[in-house]
């Protein structure tokens, strides 16, 4: 089958799959939602510089091997400084490499998996191609920026593979101005190949009435490693996501780290399932919740044991900081293999005020040691990070506490 035919049969799965809710979160009425011509920016203007900075993003790419920056339904820039490293528009990758890039379209995510990703196909516009190639190492992080600015739907479809032997570092900031209503939708499929490892930092600050819905896969093939860190710090109206990871390859490893800081009336529906079919994978799951006012969260992790001698294990964790904050811990766990090992532990509680006496006993204020309990809750393994990545991160956590003791 052609390019075209191809993409052609995957049109008419998305229109077939329009009306198909997400098994997950709270119901869209995506039709309210079109994509819009966004408004001429300067990013540079602090306005939107500073917004972009509080999500990872370096706006002037110094620190960067190579950047993206999308605009609403519009690519704005697009660079790579580092030589084995290619950066591309999507749809300028399929024009250019019309003769594989068919095998990673809609293959890590079916584009009939919800009304998300058919609207996705079917209304979306932009999204980036990355890739690394053969044996290089980044040593500066990837940078990929989605910021709503003018509302309406944004809804790019992302790629990047990673080829054998090679290792890099991607940072994505996603954000919208104060006074925007949107819906976001962004498709990501990771091909991650044999002895490749890429590390996934994603920062989410979004605004009240803002509606989120990213639909993410991972493909891991022999040996390679895959390390994640979602953090939402800003309150959406409603956020659902539940990446799913495929460690097919015998030795491939996977953990995903997911940081939540639910605020107001927000609705969230958050976590990762990892799929363990190669010999000896493993894959871990992680959560923090931190729950204020009368949020809503649902804090899931799913793993699935299928090869010979894989390793898996969930954790969530909570912490409700509100009498009127609703959360569920979600861990699962399905084993079709003898030899599978797969353990889970989930735990949800409030701020422990023996901790807190204590610390003020030692002469700190009631808010500093509440900010202390907090921070000490929100620690997680930080692993396989650049240390800017890293610095990054925890500047991150830090602000994620400040915000939760406010």
């Not at 958050?270 to 871990?284: C, D, H, N, R, Y």
């Not at 293999?337 to 005020?353: N, P, R, V, W």
Request: proline share 3%; aromatic share 8%; hydrophobic share 40%.
């Amino acid at each position: 089958m052609g390019l075209e035919s191809f993409r052609e049969k995957i049109k008419e799965l998305a229109k077939v799959a329009l009306n198909k809710p997400s098994r997950y979160g709270s119901d869209i009425n995506i039709y309210e939602f079109i994509p819009k011509e966004p408004p001429k920016i300067n990013l540079y203007e602090s306005r939107f510089s500073k917004r972009l900075e509080g999500v990872g993003i370096d706006v002037k790419a110094s620190t960067r091997s190579a950047t993206y920056f999308q605009v609403d339904s519009k690519v704005l820039a697009y660079k790579s400084f580092y030589p084995g490293v290619e950066i591309l528009p999507l749809e300028m990758a399929i024009d250019q490499y019309r003769d594989f890039i068919r095998d990673y379209l809609w293959r890590a995510v079916p584009v009939d998996t919800d009304k998300y990703t058919a609207i996705a196909e079917l209304r979306g516009s932009g999204g980036y191609f990355i890739r690394i190639k053969r044996g290089v190492k980044v040593d500066k992080p990837i940078q990929t920026c989605l910021f709503m600015v003018g509302g309406g739907l944004q809804a790019p479809h992302n790629i990047v593979i990673a080829e054998e032997g090679s290792e890099a570092h991607l940072i994505t900031g996603c954000t919208i101005m104060p006074e925007v209503v949107g819906l976001h939708v962004g498709i990501t499929e990771f091909y991650i190949e044999d002895r490749a490892r890429v590390t996934y930092t994603m920062i989410h600050a979004w605004n009240k009435v803002v509606h989120v819905r990213p639909r993410t896969g991972i493909y891991l093939s022999n040996d390679s490693e895959y390390i994640s860190y979602y953090m939402t710090l800003a309150n959406a109206k409603s956020i659902q996501t539940f990446p799913k990871i495929y460690a097919k390859g015998d030795t491939s490893r996977a953990y995903s780290s997911s940081i939540i800081l639910a605020l107001g009336d927000a609705e969230y529906d958050i976590g990762t399932e990892v799929v363990l079919i190669g010999q000896g994978s493993k894959g871990e799951v992680v959560s923090r919740v931190l729950a204020k006012d009368n949020s809503v969260t649902y804090a899931r992790g799913r793993i699935v044991g299928l090869g010979e001698k894989v390793k898996g294990h969930v954790e969530c964790r909570a912490l409700s900081l509100s009498s009127k904050a609703r959360i569920l811990a979600v861990p699962e766990l399905e084993s079709k293999s003898q030899t599978a090992e797969l353990t889970h532990e989930a735990s949800i509680g409030k701020l422990a005020e023996d901790e807190i006496i204590y610390l003020m006993s030692k002469g700190f204020d009631e808010k500093e040691a509440e900010s202390i309990v907090i921070r000490g809750f929100m620690d997680v393994s930080i692993r396989g990070l650049l240390p800017s990545l890293e610095r990054t991160v925890k500047s991150v956590i830090d602000l994620i506490t400040r915000m939760a003791t406010h």
